[in-house]
């Protein structure tokens, strides 16, 4: 009868030198996951309200602007979008939705205008020109100044007849 006591087999030290391989090779992929998935560009979901003003009464932002076709005339920005406009509305609040599929370029509210088939540079809407504009209480050096969209963003335009 032949005893191994005391001896480790040639079996076991390759199984130990495999799984330090497969060991490493996991945390490779680990490491490898975790970098792709912090670089990877989720985009923003993002909230800024406008509210209107037309000689002091309430004006209505429409609601679907940027997905129904009559309410999105400026298809330049589709590729940032996720099947609509990437900046639109749902309902008349002036709730914008900012919802683009990058975090790495600013939208204003030019381009939303533009979407809805309003003058791109701000200077009115549906032919009433603006007459103040401003953004979180600060009242903006021109009414057409432009305004880089942000989320929980408070935009009060002001039109005139």
Do not use: C
Request: aromatic share 6%; no cysteine.
């Amino acid at each position: 009868m032949v005893t191994y006591s005391g001896q480790r087999s040639v079996f076991r030290k390759s199984h130990r030198r495999r799984n330090l391989l497969v060991l490493s090779l996991v945390a490779l992929a680990v490491i490898g996951v975790a970098f792709a998935a912090a670089s990877y560009d989720r985009g923003v979901h993002w909230h800024p309200i406008l509210s209107v003003t037309l000689n002091g009464s309430p004006f209505t932002v429409p609601a679907d602007i940027g997905i129904v076709a009559s309410l999105w005339k400026d298809h330049s920005l589709d590729q940032y979008g996720i099947g609509m406009a990437p900046l639109h509305t749902h309902d008349t609040t002036g709730k914008i939705h900012v919802e683009v599929n990058t975090s790495h370029r600013d939208f204003t509210l030019h381009e939303f205008l533009a979407i809805w088939g309003q003058p791109s540079d701000g200077s009115g809407i549906d032919g009433h020109p603006v007459t103040s504009l401003t953004v979180d209480g600060v009242q903006q050096a021109s009414p057409t100044s432009d305004v880089v969209l942000k989320d929980g963003q408070q935009i009060a335009m002001t039109l005139s007849a």
